[in-house]
């Protein structure tokens, strides 16, 4: 009898390993939408499909794209359940989505957890103005094409994970304040010759769910195929989606000239 147990035992045993599959790692469920404004030359795909290639190389996302046109602007409740992070990108048709498309999306993020990262002139977008219940404008903008120098003041963010300061050859400049809640933390600083110095990557909790802006990013630029940028993103998703954690103490490091000027950018009159 006791040998029959043993043996009894050991069958269960072998046969449980045999039969408890390894766990495959589930992938992050990244939707990238884009209302596809954006200029062909530089995105023939948008940046959402930009960033849709670059992100599905990695094999910790699965993505899919969406956009505007789309039956229920590419966000049904069923395409919001199965994202667990939402990319944003709009420019000029901010007023065209729904506010019931920005209520499902706001619901989806603070009530379930998803995840939203909000790129460049989405700061004035519906989603983000009603998540974080704020302006989102800044004090300028101005499309000068001139270098930004991206900083990293917060390293052991995992945002800031791989990323070293880097330039950005050309960009848009947009100048402080920028009307949102205090963030909980700033990734990225920006500077430029002007003197502006931004807070350029910053997030909040909000509720159950994550959210990023992304400051950078102007689409007339092709700066979401700058590696760095493609990281920071992949990065950001990882944070947001909840793969990834801050620290309990992050760190503040001191980087790059103080800023000079304030305020609006007034570019010289030529
Ligand atoms: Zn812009």
Redesign the pocket.
């Known amino acids: 009898m006791k040998k029959l147990s043993l043996t009894l035992l050991t069958l269960l045993l072998v046969g449980g390993i045999a039969y408890a599959k390894p766990k495959k790692a589930q992938k992050l469920r990244v939707l990238l939408w884009s209302e596809q404004t954006e200029p062909r030359n530089i995105y023939p795909s948008g940046i959402s499909g930009a960033l849709a290639e670059a992100l599905g190389k990695q094999k910790e996302f699965e993505c899919k794209t969406a956009q505007l046109s789309d039956p229920e602007q590419g966000l049904s409740e069923a395409a919001l359940r199965n994202t667990d992070v939402l990319i944003w990108f709009g ?1 000029k048709k901010h007023s065209d989505v729904t506010d019931e498309t920005v209520s499902r999306v706001v619901r989806h993020i603070r009530e379930r957890g998803m995840g939203f990262i909000a790129l ?2 989405a700061h004035f977008s519906k989603p983000l103005k009603a998540a974080l219940k704020a302006t989102g404008s800044w004090s300028s ?1 101005v ?1 000068f094409g001139k270098p930004e120098q991206m900083w990293v003041v917060a390293p052991n963010h995992p945002i800031a994970k791989g990323l070293k300061d880097f330039t950005i050859p050309q960009t ?1 400049i ?1 100048t402080e304040p920028f009307d949102v809640p205090q963030p909980e933390a700033v990734i990225f600083e920006g500077t430029w010759e002007t003197g502006h110095r931004n807070r350029e990557v910053m997030v909040w909790t909000l509720d159950k769910g994550r959210f990023v802006y992304v400051r950078p ?4 630029y092709p700066i979401f195929f700058m590696p760095q940028m493609q990281r920071l993103i992949a990065n950001a998703a990882l944070w947001a989606g909840k793969r990834t954690h801050a620290p309990a103490k992050l760190e503040r490091r001191e980087v790059g000239p103080k800023a000079t000027a304030s305020g609006p950018y007034r570019p010289p009159k030529t």
């Open positions: 420019h460049h002139s903008y499309n848009e947009y990013g102007h689409e007339e």
